[in-house]
């Protein structure tokens, strides 16, 4: 089971929405973790930065005294509760403490050994957590004893927590505000794009509802196939839809004479073979008339969608099964075509076109039938020819006429004749007659390969 | 000469059976296309008549399985709508000749005639043998110009004899090719019809029409003409 398809602008509007959503979380993502790195490093190069500051400023004496200047280069030192705070120690106790610091107690961390640094977090109370760096330094004094010192330089987070929360809400803003953006672009280009799309809907209900007959010609290139297509379709259906209803009219119409005669013979006929005889004749009338309706109402006509087809294939094909039926003619038969030739034509009306014709020459013949097929510009040439007795001029005209009705039968070729020449007219053709080398009759017949 | 017809209306099948056994055919008649291939495939007939449009099983391919059977008796096809496209199918799945529906009947057991003559190698419509000479159309039989009274059955055994002149047709071949499917066989029956035979087309016991071969059966011995 399906569900249910899902239209062309939401699938769109989805997928972009997805890819979207996917681009711009990743990007913030990435944005986010790189400042994120940088304001630590940031933050951990300024600490060193201290530690050398308050290297600079310290005085070591002799026997490892620490003396330090009441004002530091770093103002931040000097006010208390600033959030920068600086101390010495020797590992076990504090040697020096900034100005900062007052009422602050900054727990020992660990001691990290000469040139060493360590940094860890520390959290004062419930709302300070600094950032500490210890840092290991070794003071030799003349007599070459050595003094083991930790500076200890913490900052308080919170700043550069807000810093940090500050950079991701504006980051956020920002990329919400361009991804909004970006969706209402894309709807609208859709909606653009896809307006053609629309607007062929719309022309094929007004199509449904009578209020036009096809399709307007001003669309995009990539639609102007489809919609073509669909007008021929449009117009190959109409004419159609023609043909049946004229055959249907030709029929009904067709049908009254024969009729009628024969309800005046069962009326007034007093001989009962001179009634079979007549009613004979009567039905084989009719029934070649249905044949004959039949077969206009079913001719495809000429189309442009019809897949081409191989005249040689049907040719061959039907040339062989009449071998079979008319074995006892003994017939010598020619082909000659030219190359393979192909025509955008119904299969269907092919058959129908060179059975009729091919079966009229078979049946009048005396032993010759010859067949040729040539390509010529736009155009395919059939000839079918026999040496039977011909056609008598005066009937030659009729034979052909278009359109003509069957209420008068001509003996013969009438009924294949009358139907193959319907096939050329639906597919605008032409048929001639003439005389043939062989002595009989010898058509002469044009189709357009389109 | 035995007659398989596959059709399916059974207005049609039932008025073409009569007709046709009217002219002294003997005619199986099948409804569908499965019905159809198992008689072909059964029993021995000398032209299968037989419908495209078939339930069950297509004529079309009725015929494709007679033929890959290596059934080869000729095969008339019968087609409702006329078109080339199924007359072509049918030729090329094996069938030898096609009639269009509406058909007269004169044109439907001419078609058979002919086909049944052709198979046998006959080319004339009449089929004469030495001083004797069958009308299939009219079901006529004249021995030296005169007509010969024939019963039914003396008639399509000679029919059968003549289509056949020269081969050897055993009892079982004769019987299989005269009887309806149905019909209950005694195949003494045809010694006595033979024996009829020779009398009614010599009565003089000078030409010998039929031979006898002991064991296999019976030959027409006039030569054709």
């Known amino acids: 089971m399906r569900v249910k398809q899902l239209s062309l602008s939401n699938r769109l509007l989805f997928a972009v929405s997805l890819v979207l959503t996917a681009f711009l979380g990743l990007s913030a993502l990435s944005l986010n973790n790189a400042f994120q790195a940088s304001a630590d490093s940031a933050q951990q190069k300024r600490l060193k930065n201290y530690v050398y500051t308050i290297l600079t400023a310290a005085e070591f004496s002799e026997n490892g005294l620490v003396t330090m200047p009441i004002e530091l280069a770093e103002p931040q030192f000097s006010i208390p509760n600033s959030g920068l705070y600086a101390q010495i ?13 007052l009422g602050i107690f900054i727990a020992l961390p660990e001691h990290p050994g000469a040139s060493n640094e360590y940094f860890s977090k520390i959290k004062l109370n419930d709302e300070v957590t600094v950032l500490n760096l210890a ?20 900052e308080d987070l919170n700043t550069i927590d807000q810093q940090k929360a500050d950079f991701q809400r504006s980051l956020w803003y920002w990329l919400g505000g361009t991804g909004l953006m970006l969706l209402i672009a894309q709807w609208l280009i859709l909606r653009w794009g896809l307006r053609p799309l629309h607007d062929v ?16 010609q001003n669309y995009p290139k990539e639609l102007n196939q489809l919609t073509q297509n669909i007008n021929t379709l449009l117009s190959h259906e109409e004419s159609r839809r023609e043909r049946y209803k004229n055959s249907l009219a030709d029929l009904a119409h067709s049908l009254k004479t024969p009729l009628a005669v024969f309800r005046g013979e069962l009326e007034s006929s007093l001989d009962i073979n001179e009634l079979r005889q007549s009613s004979h004749e009567q039905l084989d009338g009719i029934s070649a008339l249905v044949d004959y309706q039949l077969q206009r109402a079913s001719t495809e006509g000429q189309s442009s969608l019809l897949a081409p087809i191989s005249l040689g294939e049907i040719i061959h094909k039907i040339l062989v099964s009449l071998d079979k039926v008319y074995q006892s003619k003994n017939i010598q038969r020619q082909c000659e075509i030219n190359n393979d030739i192909f025509i955008h034509a119904d299969e269907g009306d092919m058959y129908e076109l060179l059975g009729n014709l091919l079966e009229n020459a078979y049946k009048y013949c005396n032993k010759q039938v010859s067949v040729f097929v040539q390509s010529k510009d736009k155009n395919v040439i059939i000839h079918i020819e026999d040496d039977g007795n011909g056609i008598p001029s005066q009937a030659q ?6 359109g003509k009705r069957m209420d008068t039968q001509i003996e013969g070729h009438g009924l294949g004749l009358a139907i193959a020449s319907d ?28 | 000469m035995r007659i398989l017809l596959v059709e399916d209306e059974i207005l049609l099948r039932e008025q073409v059976t009569q007709q046709l056994q009217k002219q002294n055919l003997t005619v199986d008649s099948a409804e569908d296309g499965q019905e159809g291939l198992f008689l072909g495939l059964e029993h021995p007939y000398d032209v299968a008549i037989i419908d495209l449009g078939l339930p069950k099983l297509s004529g079309i391919e009725v015929i494709q399985n007679l033929r890959q059977a290596g059934k080869d008796f000729p095969v008339l096809i019968l087609t409702a709508r006329g078109r080339w496209q199924d007359k072509v199918e049918g030729l090329e799945a094996g069938a030898d000749d096609y009639l269009v529906k509406p058909f007269h009947i004169e044109e439907l057991s001419a078609r058979i005639n002919a086909l049944a003559r052709r198979a046998s190698g006959w080319a004339n419509a009449t089929l004469a043998c030495g001083p004797v000479t069958i009308n299939p159309t009219s079901q006529e039989v004249f021995n030296n110009g005169t007509v010969i009274d024939l019963t039914a059955y003396e008639y399509r055994l000679l029919h059968f004899l003549m289509l056949h002149a020269g081969e050897v047709l055993s009892k079982t071949e004769l019987t299989d090719h005269i009887y309806e499917q149905d019909h209950d066989r005694d195949s003494n029956v045809i010694e006595v019809f033979i024996k009829r035979l020779r009398t009614k087309l010599d009565p003089d016991r000078t030409l010998n029409p039929i031979e006898t071969l002991r064991g296999r059966g019976y030959r027409l011995t006039l030569p054709r003409k």
């Open chain 1, 201 to 216: 809907t719309s022309d094929l209900h007004a199509i449904e509802s009578g209020d036009r007959n096809r399709l307007s």
């Open chain 1, 135 to 154: 840092y290991g330094i070794v003071w030799e004094n003349d007599q070459g004893k050595d003094f083991n010192y930790t500076i200890n330089i913490a």
């Open chain 1, 89 to 101: 120690t020797t590992g076990q106790e504090i040697v020096w403490q900034s100005v900062s610091t």
């Open chain 1, 397 to 402: 005209d009729d034979i052909i006429k278009r």
């Open chain 1, 423 to 450: 096939i050329i007219d639906a597919y605008q053709g032409e048929i001639r007659l003439e005389r043939s080398h062989l002595g009989g009759a010898k058509f002469i017949i044009q189709l357009p390969k389109q």
